[in-house]
Structures are given as C-alpha cells and as structure tokens.
C-alpha cells in the first residue's frame, strides 16, 4: 500500500462532527476504518468510511476489537469528530470518539503528522 499524508488526503479546515452507529470496524494495518451510519442535513443515513489509527497504536491506549465490536452489538450511538476527505467522499480522518454515556473519549488520532495507506473504503459508502 502507498503512503500518504494526512495534508494530502484530508482538509484539517473542514471538520466534521457525525453522530451515528458503528456498522463495521476494520483493524488493518497501516491504519483501520470504522464505517458509521449518520444523519446528513436531510436526515437521510448515510455509512461514512472514517480512517483511524493502527491497531497496535489503539492497544496501546487500552482500546481492541473488544471496545469496537461491543458498540456495533449494541447498536450504541457515538460522536465522532473527523476531517473530511479532500475530494468530498463520505470518507474522513477520525480524531476522536465519544461513547453514548457522553464521559467516555477515546481518542483515536488526531491529526497526525504522516498517515499511513488507505484501506477500502467503497463497499459501504452511499
């Protein structure tokens, strides 16, 4: 996979703030994808590719497939804060992560120095 940067893929001016349910976690290396169904402005669903971390960077902050797959079980609702892509596909950067419960943030990157390879990102998008 080609590496890419982060100011090559995403526009950190261009934020987003999605609220939604998980659908499908990817923990790929160099970097996974959380696919989220939310909301647009005409309240229809729409799935959203978001880019996160490596999995070894998220065990290392005490998340694993465990934390992810137990919100897509339970269909918990969750607010992502996210970049959005350049080309303006339903694909960002996720920066962090905020549980139903409103305490709890995970946070899952940032905006990091140097991304790494995309993963797939067309099978769910709408």
Same mark, same amino acid.
């Given at each position: ?39 647009? &402005?005409? /309240?229809?669903? *729409?799935?959203?590719?978001?880019? +996160? =971390?490596?999995?070894?960077?998220? $065990? ?39 549980? &139903?419960? /409103?305490?709890? *943030?995970?946070?899952?990157?940032? +905006? =990091?120095?140097?991304?790494?390879? $995309? ?8």
């Amino acid at each position: 996979m080609a590496h890419h940067s982060f100011q090559a893929e995403y526009d950190e001016s261009k934020p987003l703030t999605l609220t939604g349910k998980i659908t499908k976690v990817l923990n790929d290396n160099p970097h996974g994808w959380i696919y989220l169904d939310a909301k647009n &402005a005409q /309240g229809r669903i *729409v799935n959203w590719a978001l880019e +996160i =971390p490596a999995p070894n960077a998220l $065990r290392r902050n005490g998340y694993d497939r465990s934390v992810f797959s137990a919100m897509v079980t339970s269909g918990e609702e969750v607010t992502v804060t996210a970049y959005a892509a350049k080309d303006g596909s339903k694909h960002a950067w996720a920066g962090g992560l905020t549980r &139903a419960d /409103g305490q709890t *943030v995970i946070t899952l990157g940032g +905006i =990091p120095k140097q991304g790494g390879g $995309r993963g797939p990102r067309g099978p769910q998008q709408q």
